[in-house]
């Protein structure tokens, strides 16, 4: 294991290699123990065979397609030809005192720094976790430390991926890119958001679009519930609901770059509005409008379309209203 990382140009963090005992990946409070750890191969034959113990062997051993059998089959035997037999023994004490340095030393260190440059994402309409790092206590770091920090991110965040210095550098890269843009990764993504580098898991699927209409509530857009009620007067548009002067049914659906929203003068992209409104990059995407007769009428939380005075003064109206969660 220390050998293959070291080829992988891993940090102390890797060219400890595995340790005796650690946590089950995922289960926090489950210790994973590897008592014959510290022993060679020939050792526990010996004691096998010593004690009458038989063992079942894995032909896939022999396979030096693998590339961990190609290290302990031609690669260790070059080793113990230069550096005698006791070699590997030499490999595994510079390994333990590098996991002790990283344990003592940089690993409380690195989560200091951490929790030092992450807070929570701010709740929006979809069911996300994850955090933020602050983009200038990450700019601040030595180079060093900055990889280190992403990477122990990365891992914490759930997202998956390898730990190595090519997915730091792709994460890392995203510093120097416009908002919007993006790592994926099997449980999510990083984005890059205005604040620095958002780790996101769960965002899942765009919300499915729904038509809604007086007297129907509880239809869900992500974490956002929706209700119509008739009203007969007019009142000032709120972030979380919109009078609407008709009673047409309402679509509620994600946005589409064509999008427009009218004002007393003209329209305006709703894209913009998003931007405006600083909506995350993570969800905008799946942002919802509301839409009546083939017009959008209300970016929730964003803006309402305008009203004329002669609209306003109607006695047919629909209280929408989007609660979240």
Known sequence: TVLINLARGAGPKGLGGMSVESLVPGAPDLPLIRPLLMRTRAEIESYARSHSLQWAEDASNQDTGYRRNAVRHRLLPVFH????????????RSASLLRRYENTQLAPMAESLLNESK????PTFLATEGFVLSEEILTGMDAVVRTRILLDAL?????????????????????????????????????????GLAFVAGAGDRPDSFSIQPGEEGKRYGRLTFRAQSASYYFQAETWCVALPSDAPCLVRPWSDGDRLPLQEGSTKVKDLLTEAKVPSHVRESYPVVEQDGVVVWVPYVRSAWLSNAEKEGTSFIRLSALLD
């Open 155 to 195: 891992e914490e965040s759930g997202l998956g991926g390898t730990r190595e210095a090519e997915t730091a550098a792709s994460i890392e890269n995203l510093l120097r890119s416009q908002v919007g843009r993006r790592v994926d990764f099997p449980g999510g993504a990083v984005w890059r958001e205005r604040e």
């Open 81 to 92: 030809e230069i550096f005698g037999e006791g070699a590997s023994r030499a490999i595994s």
């Open 119 to 122: 807070k929570p994402l701010q």
